[in-house]
Nanobody
Framework: QVQLVESGGDLVQAGGSLRLSCAAS????????MAWYRQAPGQPCELVAS???????NYADSVKGRFTISRDNAKNTMYLQMNSLKPGDTAVYFC????????????????WGQGTQVTVSS
């Protein structure tokens, strides 16, 4: 089985910065796309940023220019650098990864981390 573990969430003042990490472990042949999602109280889960295996990135309009997604394939780890944080960024942040767990890509599955809490005070 594959596990994703997020870390780095914290309580921070508006204007501050945080760096989230997501480490994947288990039976991993390859990791294709990876992404960060977040869910605030009373709101649906939303896509924050994604990165493909080729390094192509996409961001939600609300975080463009402030957040940067990256990955280290050698470590099976993804990061989210968050700068100029706003109270509206307060949410539980989840790591998502499309992981190939067998010898061919037909064994690709989506996995989710447990989430890490980010709280931004005004």
């Amino acid at each position: 089985q594959v596990q994703l573990v997020e870390s780095g969430g914290d309580l921070v003042q508006a204007g501050g910065s945080l760096r989230l990490s997501c480490a994947a472990s288990g039976t991993i042949f390859a990791i294709n796309a990876m992404a960060w999602y977040r869910q605030a109280p009373g709101q649906p889960c939303e896509l924050v940023a994604s990165v493909t295996s080729g390094g192509s990135t996409n961001y939600a309009d609300s975080v463009k220019g402030r957040f940067t997604i990256s990955r280290d394939n050698a470590k099976n780890t993804m990061y989210l650098q968050m700068n100029s944080l706003k109270p509206g960024d307060t949410a539980v942040y989840f790591c998502n990864a499309a992981v190939v767990t067998g010898r061919t890509s037909i064994y690709e599955r989506d996995f989710w981390g447990q989430g890490t809490q980010v709280t931004v005070s005004s």
